[in-house]
């Protein structure tokens, strides 16, 4: 299952998640994709807001305040401020990365210069309880921005191995100005991974 998973001190930190989680044999063969959201019609059909706690915020479909295609740049935004946001969805079929390469990517903009909130997804086992979703459910991966006053502007890129969450050792700054910025996630099968933003090493 993929999930949306962070919190918001302010109202316009758009999660315009297009969330692609891909498998690919080698670079030249052609990928498998397992999940690929754009949030057009029907999207609150296929995602499952958590109801673990009641004051959970809520998401709500749009372009944001600048964009340059009013249907094609829908994105989720959080709505309200101080809230944390909890939402899944189902991968269509079980897969594995064994022995290949798992691919991660999503987008994210942040309309307004954000003092403290996280805009990253977590990759969970198949058996989550979705409506029972939240912070301490355990998951596979954890990736994308987080952001908390000066100090803390890193990508979170952590791994779950035998009931532990890994955390990289490497400091990933992330970005925090008002533009849309592409996050990937690459792991590879040699137990190495590397992460882009705007399709640069970083």
Known sequence: KAALDGRSSKPSNMLTIAV????????????TVYFKEDFSDGW??????????????????????FYGD???????????????????AKFEQSFSNEGKTLVVQFSVKHEQNIDCGGGYVKV?????????????????????????GPGTK???VI????????LV???????DDVFSHLY??????????EVKIDNKKA
């Open 20 to 31: 692609l989680c891909c498998l690919a044999v080698s670079i030249i063969a052609e990928p």
């Open 154 to 156: 890193k990508v979170h």
């Open 44 to 65: 609150e059909d296929r995602w499952v807001q958590s109801e673990h706690k009641d004051d959970y915020g809520k998401f709500v479909l749009s372009h944001g305040k």
């Open 169 to 175: 050792k490497k400091d990933i700054r992330c970005k």
């Open 124 to 148: 969970f086992p198949s058996d989550l309880d979705q409506k029972n979703m939240h912070g301490e459910s355990p998951y596979n991966i954890m990736f994308g921005p987080d952001i908390c």
């Open 159 to 166: 791994f779950a191995y035998k009931g532990k969450n890994l």
């Open 70 to 88: 009013a249907e094609k740049d829908n994105g989720i935004q959080t709505s309200q401020d101080a809230r944390f946001y909890g939402l899944s």
């Open 184 to 193: 990937t996630l690459i792991v590879r099968s040699d137990n190495t991974y």
